[in-house]
């Protein structure tokens, strides 16, 4: 039973230490703009942009270790992989290359991560969602 206590006191000590670790949370300042449709904009707002935009929304428990760990790693690794906020500035090579994985992910059902949509619901993309993004992103 000791031993266990000590345990459970180390686990607690190092819990609250690490509160202490900064955690670099920030949108940067570029705006850019997807010329998309009301419906698909929307949609990427809502399921797309807290990852893969400057515009995230960083929750309460984003403040919060080691959750905000990981959450700052996603939107780090969200904004290298794809960012639409300066989507017009990427060469159309990449464009078009992030056309086709976008459209492949979202049919493939790995867009928003299975990890994500339990505590952010309305990231879920509907069957209509995915249809409408679909569309959008291969007439592009």
Not at 42 to 63: F, G, I, K
Not at 116 to 123: C, E, G, I, L
């Amino acid at each position: 039973m000791r031993w266990t206590k000590k345990i459970f006191m180390v686990l607690v000590v190092g819990l609250l230490a690490i509160q202490f670790i900064p955690v670099e949370r920030f949108n940067p300042p570029e705006r850019g703009q997807l010329a998309a449709p009301p419906q698909v904009e929307t949609t990427l707002r809502r399921a797309c942009y807290d990852c893969h935009s400057n515009e995230t929304r960083w929750p309460w428990y984003a403040r919060v270790a080691p959750i905000s760990f990981l959450l700052a790693r996603d939107v780090r690794e969200g904004r290298r992989e794809l960012n639409f906020s300066i989507w017009d500035r990427y060469e159309q090579r990449r464009k078009a290359r992030k056309l086709k994985e976008i459209v492949k992910e979202v049919e493939e059902g790995d867009m928003p991560p299975w990890y994500y949509v339990p505590v952010h619901p309305d990231a879920k993309l509907s069957q209509g969602d995915q249809e409408t993004i679909v569309k959008w992103f291969k007439q592009q």
